[in-house]
Antibody
Framework: QVQLQQWGAGLLKPSETLSLSCAVY????????WSWIRQPPGKGLEWIGQ???????NYNPSLKSRVTLSIDTSKNQFSLRLGSLTAADTAVYYC???????????????????????WGQGTTVTVSS | DVQLTQSPSFLSASVGDRVTITCRAS??????LAWYQQKPGKAPNLLIY???TLQSGVPSRFSGSGSGTEFTLTISSLQPEDFATYYC?????????FGPGTKVDIK
């Protein structure tokens, strides 16, 4: 059974950088886009971005200037860094996966006829001085 | 960005009721829509993908339909464990946006 186990610092100060990692246990690592989603307290879900095993990334434009996703295929892990934090970045952060679809034998995209089918347990991040 | 709206935002229902939640997209997204259930303190759980395909392990009382800009999630007979918040998400174009959620509460 596939599991995503995430970790990282939970209490940060304004202007600091958030750093979270997510390890994948079981299943294919190359067959998915690996995603980050966040949820502010009492609010809805916001898609942050995704990365595949080749290091190809897609980011939410609202966060793109502050976000970096990276991947370590040797460890089946991927990571999120979010800089210049403010209180508005206080949220539960989740990692999740979405299956890859291959076009023309070479172009990898997240399968639009799918969804985020496995999620991490969530990490609460609080930004406060 | 594709904007998703959900209605209602809050729903009070009884065990055994038939419940329908609507998700509308600001532009056509064919059938590239997923539905999730989230319980307090837990990660969301995928229910439906491709607008109408039931995720493995999800009870058959859940169903999805729609295409283009209007989609529905139906629970045919509400069970106690179904009281939760439900979100739609589009995977048609970046960023992959979510709807604001529909909270289903006990009447």
């Amino acid at each position: 059974q596939v599991q995503l186990q995430q970790w990282g610092a939970g209490l940060l100060k304004p202007s600091e950088t958030l750093s979270l990692s997510c390890a994948v246990y079981g299943g294919s690592f190359s067959g998915y886009y690996w995603s980050w989603i966040r949820q502010p307290p009492g609010k809805g879900l916001e898609w942050i971005g995704q990365i595949n095993h080749r290091g190809s990334t897609n980011y939410n434009p609202s966060l793109k200037s502050r976000v970096t996703l990276s991947i370590d295929t040797s460890k089946n892990q991927f990571s999120l860094r979010l800089g210049s934090l403010t209180a508005a970045d206080t949220a539960v952060y989740y990692c999740a996966r979405v299956p890859i679809k291959i076009y023309g034998g070479a172009i990898l995209v997240p399968d639009p006829d799918s969804g985020l089918d496995v999620w991490g347990q969530g990490t609460t991040v609080t930004v406060s001085s | 960005d594709v904007q998703l709206t959900q209605s209602p935002s809050f729903l009070s229902a009884s065990v055994g009721d038939r419940v329908t939640i609507t998700c509308r997209a600001s532009q056509g997204i064919t059938t590239y829509l997923a539905w999730y259930q989230q319980k307090p303190g837990k990660a969301p759980n995928l229910l439906i993908y491709g607008a109408s395909t039931l995720q493995s392990g999800v009870p058959s009382r859940f169903s999805g339909s729609g295409s283009g800009t209007e989609f529905t999630l139906t629970i045919s007979s509400l069970q106690p464990e179904d009281f939760a918040t439900y979100y739609c998400q589009q995977l048609d174009s970046y960023p992959f946006t979510f709807g604001p959620g529909t909270k289903v509460d006990i009447k």
